[in-house]
């Protein structure tokens, strides 16, 4: 009789799901999770051992050692999150590059970047964000001007994840500032060695999150060659929305992936604490929230997985990763809370992980877009898709 995970996933991708879980445990994850936190180390080696055993890159296309699936990809990202949080933001930010380049890059792009990424010798960041453009995307002000066949680059970018440690940059800018950012825009592979690129600071996020930095970068007059543009001129606008689709369902995974230990901790803990002569697990103001969480949870991770079959059947899925990032970051942080809760006392200290959960789950509202953004991508689609259906278009 086939368990639940087998009618989620194929045979293939729960063996790919099994095969990750045991070299994570194999290698003590949790362990080396537990060193970073307390030496606050970014865990290069630890990511290279991943790309070395085969895990790293599954979204790739076959002839690229992928499995040219972005499920496998989500897969990946929730197992990451749950077995070794640092571990997962290095990666994520790496995934959204390499499934970038792997979707538009030239064949020599690919060559050169791919096979590294996948090895896990070269790790990612996304340079969109910038001091006067967060969520307003289309108000970027970095330009690149095109000058004897290579484009030279100037601007900021702020909350760079992992910006000042990565070798793969994909930077948007402005390419033909008198018409709409919309048909202006174009992204550009940089590598931080280029003349001109400068790390302006790292910052540290909620109290110090370990193993990874939020950057503040700055390019003056950087020139990069002709060939590095990503896809063709000006298209930087539909890569970027196209990325954040998949940047936000990976998000979503590696969230759920985050809060599964944390929802266990609070299962295991209600049931091993006695209070008034019984365990607490058997008051109803203790198991109805952990109905809740696990209720959430659950609904998230399925969402997250139903986006990833959009996107690899080849569908817009900009509001089915919008909902995914939504209620991912929103169960983590439910379960977050009521966890601490639940522990009492004990779940405000660093004896247990709760608390520490609890800060990553108020910090994830935000990146990949902030909630608020979120529901004003879905709301927008939901009414575009009414609007379709009474005009019979649909």
């Given amino acids: 009789m086939k368990n639940k995970e087998e009618i989620l996933l194929s045979a293939d991708e729960n063996k790919f799901r099994a095969e990750l879980r045991d070299f994570l445990v194999r290698e003590d994850a949790k362990k080396i999770e537990q060193e970073i936190y307390e030496r606050d180390f970014y865990p290069r080696e630890f990511y290279e051992k991943t790309g070395e055993e085969g895990f790293l890159a599954p979204v790739l296309p076959i002839e690229y050692g992928g499995r040219g699936k972005l499920v496998y990809e989500a897969i990946l990202a929730e197992e990451l999150g749950a077995a070794c949080v ?41 340079a969109i964000t910038e001091p006067r453009a967060g969520s307003d995307v289309m108000r970027i002000e970095t330009r690149a001007e095109r000058k004897d066949g290579a484009y030279v680059i100037s601007g900021e970018k702020r909350n760079i994840t992992n910006g000042s440690q990565a070798d793969v940059l994909l930077v948007w800018a402005i390419t033909n500032p008198e018409v709409d950012p919309a048909v202006g825009m174009s992204v550009f592979i940089v590598e931080p060695g280029a003349e001109g690129f400068e790390v302006v600071e790292d910052y540290k996020l909620l109290g110090g999150f370990p193993g990874t930095v939020n950057s503040h970068l700055r390019v003056d007059a950087m020139s990069v060659p002709e060939e590095n543009i990503l896809g063709r001129p000006n298209e930087g606008a539909k890569i ?9 369902a990976l998000y979503a995974a590696m969230l759920v992936g985050e809060a599964r230990p944390v929802l266990e901790l609070a299962v295991g803990y209600s049931m091993e604490r006695e ?32 986006t990833a079959r959009l996107i690899d059947a080849g569908f817009d899925a900009e509001k089915e990763s919008a909902m995914s990032k939504l209620l991912a970051s929103e169960a983590f942080y439910e379960v977050a809370h009521n ?28 990146p990949a877009g902030t909630n608020e953004i979120m529901r004003f991508i879905v709301q927008r689609e939901v009414y575009k898709e009414h609007k379709r259906r009474r005009e019979g278009r649909e």
Avoid: C, N
């Fill in 86 to 126: 640092p571990l997962a933001w290095i990666h994520s930010t790496s995934s959204y590059v390499y499934a970038t380049i792997a979707r538009y890059g030239s064949e020599e792009q690919k060559k050169r970047y791919l096979p590294a990424m996948k090895r896990g010798a070269k790790i990612g960041a996304i």
């Fill in 240 to 248: 970027m929305f196209d990325e954040l689709s998949v940047e936000r």
């Fill in 275 to 306: 209070q008034f002569g019984t365990s607490i697990s058997r008051f109803e103001g203790i198991s109805f929230k952990i109905a809740d969480m696990a209720t959430r949870l659950e609904a998230a991770k399925l969402m997250v997985y139903h």
């Fill in 339 to 366: 966890t601490v809760q639940i522990l009492g006392g004990r779940g405000l200290s660093d004896e247990y992980p709760a608390e520490w959960a609890f800060r990553m789950a108020r910090l994830s509202m935000i």
